[in-house]
């Protein structure tokens, strides 16, 4: 991924002398005259290095160090002083600059400069990359809402016992992200959670893949595959959207959920194995017991503990904590820097209906970062089914 160089300079054969070594090296390059300029550039995370003189129209060039210091994808700040201010250029160093340039500029020596503080940028991206991958699958917001508060407590009971758990509600309401937590609060922590999603497996491979096979089962089968059952042994098997799980195969997982061990297809041993279950389903699995398609013995079996998560627009009090969450889950990967919103937007994000729950909240705000060219989300930012009022 090619990097961008914005240098701020007022003068403009410097900006253009600079700007083309730079280009033919392979970097973006987004010349400006003023700090006000680079200021809006680099609030739309435009901007992954920066080149800046001392002296400008409007203000004082090294006062963008301290105002990008807690950025978390500050751009690293190559100064450009002029000749013998080295007093200047210590104290620069002291307040996080990357690195100084003497007036006039050696382009070898900004060539190297710039390649290190490219070096950086790499790496930061790299960091945020891998921390936002982790952040992402590991907060969970609880909110004010007493229906979560008591979801969430009983979540860590259920984790400590180690028991069962049947996690209900609708889609986007944060089934897998619970499941998630429950598996980080309880002693299987150190083990794995092994994760099926039953609607997106074929009907007729998902035994095989949760048991496992023994060479020569089927055709095809040259080598013994073992199941994800066997793999989370010790831990904990998430069963996603259990309700596309075929009846033939409730009632095989029913089994091996009651002796606690199965067999592999075309086996014969017995295995045994310790394996926690929590399972997740958005439809409702009482009426599908009615219309004969889910096995209620099986239904039992999975909600030794039942929590059921409600919808977003039954609990709007939390939006503006789930906001904030994105805003810091996102930024740092999109390279942006947008961590405010306005009132009037914040407004119609609590008006709106949700059907999509955290989820269509989480990509809302995604787009409105993307789409967003201030500081902050604002009304136009929002996509315009968000605005539209219900009549
Ligand atoms: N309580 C929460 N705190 C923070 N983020 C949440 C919360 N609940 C949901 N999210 C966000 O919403 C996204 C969707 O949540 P999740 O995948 O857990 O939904 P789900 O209930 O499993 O939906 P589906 O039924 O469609 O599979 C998550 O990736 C996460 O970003
Ligand atoms: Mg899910």
């Not at 992200?177 to 999603?197: C, D, E, F, T, V």
């Not at 199965?262 to 389903?281: C, H, K």
């Not at 970062?369 to 604002?378: K, T, V």
Request: charge should be negative.
């Amino acid at each position: 991924m090619s990097h961008t160089v914005m240098i701020v300079d007022d003068e403009e054969n410097a900006r253009l002398n600079i700007s083309s070594f730079l280009s033919a090296q392979g970097y973006e390059v987004i010349g400006v005259p003023t700090l006000a300029e680079a200021r809006s550039v680099i609030q739309r995370g435009n901007a992954d290095i920066i080149l800046l003189d001392v002296q400008l129209p409007d203000g004082y060039g090294p006062n963008l160090l301290e105002e990008t210091a807690r950025m978390p994808m500050r751009p690293p700040i190559i100064l450009i002083t002029a000749y013998g201010d080295i007093e200047m250029a210590v104290e620069a160093m002291k307040s996080g600059a990357h690195d100084f340039l003497q007036k006039p500029i050696q382009l070898a020596q900004l060539g190297k400069s710039i390649q290190r503080a490219q070096e950086i940028v790499s790496l930061r991206r790299e960091i945020a990359h891998l921390r936002q991958a982790q952040h992402q699958s590991l907060d969970f917001i609880i909110g004010s809402d007493p229906a979560v508060q008591a979801v969430y407590h009983q979540a860590q009971r259920a984790a400590a016992a180690q028991v069962s758990v049947l996690i209900t509600g609708e889609t986007g309401t944060g089934k897998e992200i619970l499941a998630r937590a429950i598996h980080r609060m309880g002693p299987r922590s150190n083990k794995q959670m092994i994760s099926i999603n039953c609607a997106a497996i074929q009907p007729t491979i998902l035994e095989s893949e949760l048991f496992g096979y023994e060479a020569g089962a089927f055709t095809g089968a040259d080598k013994r595959k073992t199941g994800l059952m066997e793999v989370a042994d010790g831990g904990i098997l998430f069963l996603d959207e259990i309700s596309s799980m075929p009846l033939e195969m409730q009632a095989k997982l029913l089994r091996a959920l009651e002796e606690r061990a199965f067999r592999r297809v075309g086996g014969t041993n017995l295995i045994r194995v310790d394996v926690q279950i929590i399972a997740a389903s958005n439809r409702d699995l009482p009426t599908m017991i009615k219309d004969g398609k889910f096995r209620e013995d099986l239904y039992y079996r999975l909600k030794v503990v039942d929590l059921h998560l409600p919808p977003l627009r039954e609990r709007k009090a939390d939006i503006p904590e789930l906001v904030g969450l994105f805003m810091r889950q996102l930024n740092p990967g999109m390279g942006t820097n947008i961590y405010d919103i306005t009132p009037r937007a914040m407004q119609a994000l609590k008006e709106h209906h949700w059907p999509g729950n955290i989820r269509e909240l989480r990509n809302t705000i995604e787009r409105a970062i993307l789409f967003c060219d201030q500081a902050f989300i604002d009304l136009p930012d929002l996509p315009p089914d968000i605005l539209r009022k219900p009549a």
